[in-house]
């Protein structure tokens, strides 16, 4: 039976739903820094401008985001105060984007922009999407953050995470992938698109002419590759270059492509073949894609945190030590103390205090510890 497992580390949480060795879906979660997706707002509109189809909402102090004319910007006018949904987080170096429709929300008016309703988690966004699965927590303290409505449906783990599911969440951290057919898929994304590119690392086999084994690679290879775009949430447009194929070879490969992005719920589509032959994909953005999290100076910060946690765990009777001094970049340093969550997980973990302190010297790769 497939289950949803909840893998933490400190200041952050893998959310892996499982079926014996196969990793169906995944999310990583920030428990002390959300990414704001379906937040709900009481924002007051700054900047209505036609000719960009929408209106700059202020939400908060130094939060803002941008409500599009037919998501109900439309007649709105400076000054005017509403309530708004953010349907899509911040990234890719842009601001969130926000909506009105579905919201029967009613509150007392206010002169101040606020935030009225955080949105559902990562793991709740999962856990309804495979709804009855059980959730499989490895550490009890984790039930404080996981939803009451939730509880019925948690079981603490017996056993670690099955290492084989471990390792595929480990590669989706990296940039290429192996595919069958002794295929390898490389992934760059950049502020305007995802670039795929597909290679092939073996020769075909005799018995076959080379367009037919080239064909027969492809159409094996891209369900794989489709599964680990949902996996790691890449979104917006997406290009992928095929392995070999003329133009019109590759377009047969059209049915294949569609059947394996209908198993992904955010509904991307298969828009067709460029004249180079790439293949054009569209998936909706919603929450930051895997690698903006894992990039960002918040996911660099408390990457080094699971790195200090075992360096210091290491040192001989270091439960005598009471006070360990974190030095980082001065942008990590600002990210990782925006999230009390990380830094008490931390302490909870290592039984110690957490000073954290900026060091301007240090490179962004660049941290130190010390204890006493």
Same mark, same amino acid.
């Given at each position: ?5 909840? =893998?933490?580390? #400190?200041? %952050? &949480? *893998? $959310? ?10 995944? /999310? ?108 499989? =927590?490895?550490? #009890?303290? %984790? &039930? *404080? $953050? ?10 603490? /783990? ?215």
């Amino acid at each position: 039976m497939p289950q949803i497992w909840v =893998i933490s580390a #400190p200041g %952050l &949480i *893998h $959310i892996a739903v499982t079926h014996h060795d196969t990793l169906l879906d995944y /999310a990583l979660w920030y428990p002390g820094f959300p990414d704001g997706f379906g937040d709900i707002y009481y924002g007051r509109v700054t900047a209505h401008l036609p000719a960009l189809g929408g209106a700059f909402i202020l939400l908060g102090k130094n939060i803002s985001g941008f409500l599009p004319d037919n998501a109900g910007a439309k007649n709105l006018h400076n000054g005017d105060k509403i309530i708004v949904k953010v349907s899509r987080s911040a990234q890719n170096g842009k601001n969130v984007r926000l909506d009105t429709k579905n919201l029967s929300i009613n509150i007392q008016k206010s002169t101040e922009t606020h935030l009225i309703q955080q949105g559902p988690s990562p793991l709740e966004d999962l856990s309804r999407f495979w709804e009855n699965l059980p959730i499989i =927590i490895d550490d #009890p303290h %984790l &039930i *404080h $953050i996981i939803p009451s409505s939730l509880h019925n449906r948690v079981q603490i /783990a017996q056993t670690s995470c099955p290492s084989i599911i471990s390792e595929q969440i480990e590669t989706l951290m990296e940039s290429s992938v192996k595919l069958p057919k002794g295929i390898q898929a490389s992934i760059t994304p950049t502020p305007a698109l995802v670039a795929i590119d597909m290679d092939s690392v073996s020769h075909s086999q005799e018995n076959q002419t080379k367009i037919k084994a080239q064909f027969d690679a492809n159409r094996i290879a891209l369900p794989p590759l489709l599964h680990q775009i949902k996996l790691r949430n890449l979104s917006g447009a997406i290009f992928i270059d095929l392995i070999g194929l003329p133009i019109k070879k590759r377009r047969l490969l059209q049915q294949d492509i569609n059947d394996a992005l209908a198993n992904d719920p955010l509904s991307p589509r298969l828009l067709g073949f460029t004249h180079l032959g790439l293949a054009e994909i569209v998936r909706m953005r919603k929450r930051p894609p895997l690698h903006e999290l894992l990039t960002s100076d918040h996911g660099k910060a408390v990457k080094i945190l699971a790195k200090v946690m075992l360096e210091f765990n290491s040192v001989n009777h270091h439960y005598r030590y009471h006070l360990l001094k974190l030095k980082l970049h001065p942008h990590l340093y600002q990210a990782l103390l925006k999230d009390e969550y990380a830094i008490k997980d931390f302490e909870r973990r290592c039984s110690i205090s957490l000073q954290l302190k900026a060091d301007l010297t240090f490179k962004p790769q660049e941290w130190d510890f010390s204890y006493e």
